[in-house]
């Protein structure tokens, strides 16, 4: 599991992401992890290993710390108007 399926997950989720614009990651992360699992389930059953299950455990994140800093305060700044327009209707 650590070497062969994690580094086939590992390959095929960074092709997928190369396919995209840094930007479109988070809202493709569904559909990449999709094209993974497409890739991988296959590709190891017809080795006769039975995968499962494959999942994304803990989300996208940058190793390039301001490059996430930079998304996390984007994300928060996104949050606080959502919430600032929910209390405005409320109050109306």
């Keep these: 599991m650590d070497t062969e399926v994690r580094a086939r997950v590992?390959?095929?989720?960074?092709?997928?992401?190369?396919?995209?614009?840094?930007t479109q990651l988070l809202g493709k992360k569904?559909?990449?992890?999709?094209?993974?699992?497409?890739d991988v389930v296959p590709f190891f059953a017809d080795r006769g290993i039975a995968v499962t299950t494959v999942g994304l455990l803990g989300g996208l994140r940058f190793e390039n710390r301001e490059i996430q800093r930079s998304i996390d305060d984007a994300v928060k700044a996104s949050q606080l108007r959502v919430a600032a327009e929910a209390e405005r209707e409320a109050q109306e």
């Design 10 to 22: 590992h390959q095929v989720f960074a092709e997928q992401a190369a396919k995209h614009d840094f």
């Design 30 to 38: 569904n559909e990449m992890m999709q094209a993974v699992r497409d």
